[in-house]
């Protein structure tokens, strides 16, 4: 499956974004999903995933009660909404699609497909 993240760009504290993940390539309702983040000098990290069918979700905490991971199978697109957002949120957001079975991984290595990011910045 192939992937494509949009949506990030320059926000101000306490702004809200929502970015989008369109898959395409595959059915992907056959893919558990999930969002991670990298900031500059960083290691790559675990924000959000999502189950095939979009009924188990689950948010890392620093940002639980923040963003909220979501899709639509139908559209081929799985969502990261952001509110209240912060500087400390600022990363190139990856999207990522799971082909083994289980949902839920934070660790890189547990997803085989990635897109190619999308750059939020957060100013104070």
């Known amino acids: 499956v192939q992937l494509q993240a949009s949506g990030g760009g320059l926000v101000q504290t306490g702004d809200s974004r929502t970015l989008s993940c369109a898959a395409s390539?595959?059915?992907?309702?056959?893919?558990?999903t999930g969002w991670f983040r990298q900031a500059p000098g960083k290691a790559r990290e675990f924000v959000a995933a999502i189950s095939r069918n979009g009924g188990q979700a689950k948010t890392v905490d620093l940002v639980k009660g923040r963003f909220n991971i979501s899709r639509d199978n139908a559209k081929d697109t799985v969502y990261l909404q952001m509110n209240s957002l912060k500087p400390g949120d600022t990363a190139i957001y990856y999207c990522a699609a799971r082909s083994a079975a289980g949902w839920g991984g934070i660790t890189v290595s547990a997803y085989d497909s990635w897109g190619r990011g999308t750059q939020v910045t957060v100013s104070s």
């Open positions: 390539g595959s059915t992907f309702s056959r893919y558990a």
